[in-house]
């Protein structure tokens, strides 16, 4: 498994793009057609496909971390909120893991329009 990360300057306060990567409402507007949480397991819907995720940890307005259910235990993906100190200036970290560099350059292309949907919805 390679682990990578991407990184995003976000234009919004902390907590309402925290509310965006952690709640279903939040990430139904930007991650997934829908999303539904039942505890600690998230289904995200993409048309006619489903995915669950179980949340594995969160810190508020900090980070959330979730793992695919059908991938292995030591994988995840992440959201982590960046402030800079001097500038205030906001950055979305994304972590996520795939099977190989192909893999890795669709991951990274499928999370950079994602989040330009979220910018996008956000008004960054």
Do not use: H
């Not at 793009?17 to 990430?27: V, Y």
């Amino acid at each position: 498994m390679i682990k990578y990360e991407l990184e995003f300057p976000i234009r919004s306060s902390v907590k309402i793009l925290f509310n965006c990567l952690s709640t279903p409402s939040g990430l139904s507007e930007w991650f997934a057609d829908d999303v539904n949480c039942n505890r600690d397991i998230y289904t995200f819907i993409w048309g006619e496909s489903e995915q669950e995720a179980k949340l594995i940890t969160l810190s508020s307005n900090y980070f959330v971390k979730f793992r695919w259910t059908d991938f292995p235990e030591n994988t995840f993906f992440e959201f982590r909120i960046d402030v800079d100190e001097i500038t205030n200036s906001v950055t979305l970290k994304i972590i996520d893991f795939a099977d190989d560099d192909e893999e890795m350059e669709e991951g990274k292309a499928l999370w950079t329009s994602q989040v330009n949907t979220l910018m996008k919805n956000l008004g960054s």
